[in-house]
């Protein structure tokens, strides 16, 4: 199936220092999404984007859903130890008809924060 | 808030048992989805459904069948359980819509297969 190049694979850093991770596709996507994983939990919706070029924050979160539809980008300012999990990135090819809300997602980015 | 229950959170079984894994959503979604979770590897699509009694395989679909028999519980069934399916199974579902819905997630099922 179709895939997403999700990088980095895992980040250490320590509180306090901007992360910035990212996605690639060799398709275009109507839709970019990003989930955070708590250890245990399932993922979680952070950011939802719908339109190129279009940059969304939520708290110290922000994503970008690239202009050629074919990347998207998320940062985190000033890290907190709880930012620690696993981050996906995940694309809609198509919205509604046919694609039945499937979602293509990365493989994920493990964050690491050091108090 | 949208609330979807995997039925376990942990389950042990052995290699040819058949293994019933159940989901059920309280906000009237249309969609919903079964994902297993491996290091490395992400989230993989296994089936999903779009209604009530309608199926559609997904990216990794052997081994595995579903039910949905109402809108609200999506079932995933392992044939015979084999090593090879120890993982997180995790139940999505979404609203139908033009718009691109994002989906809302179980907190998983962890699965070993003996």
């Known amino acids: 199936g179709q895939q997403l190049n999700q990088s980095p694979q895992s980040m250490f850093i320590q509180e306090g220092e901007d992360v910035s991770m990212n996605c690639t596709s060799s398709s275009i996507f109507n839709t970019w999404l990003w989930y955070k994983q708590d250890p245990g939990e399932g993922p979680v919706l952070l950011i939802a984007?719908?339109?190129?070029?279009e940059l969304t924050s939520n708290g110290r979160l922000t994503a970008q859903f690239g202009i050629t539809r074919k990347d998207s980008f998320l940062n985190i300012s000033a890290s907190i130890p709880s930012d620690v999990g696993i981050y996906f990135c995940?694309?809609?090819?198509?919205?509604?008809?046919?694609?039945?809300?499937?979602?293509?997602f990365g493989q994920g980015t493990i964050l690491t924060v050091h108090p | 808030d949208v609330k979807v229950t995997q039925s376990s959170r942990y389950l042990v079984k052995r290699t040819g048992e058949k293994v019933f894994l159940e989901c059920v959503q309280d906000m009237d979604h249309e969609n919903m989805f079964w994902y297993r979770q491996d290091p490395g590897l992400g989230l993989r699509l296994i089936y999903f459904?779009?209604?009530?009694?309608?199926?559609e395989k997904g990216d990794i679909p052997e081994g595995y069948s579903v039910s949905r028999e109402k809108k609200e519980r999506f079932s995933l069934i392992l044939e015979s359980a084999s090593t090879n399916q120890t993982s997180m199974y995790l139940c999505?579902?979404?609203?139908?819509?033009?718009?691109?819905?994002?989906?809302?997630f179980g907190d998983g099922t962890r699965l070993s297969i003996l």
């Open positions: 459904s779009y209604d009530v009694k309608m199926k």
């Open positions: 984007l719908y339109k190129a070029g």
């Open positions: 995940a694309g809609q090819l198509k919205a509604g008809g046919t694609s039945y809300g499937k979602l293509t």
């Open positions: 999505a579902s979404s609203l139908a819509g033009a718009r691109g819905q994002p989906q809302h």
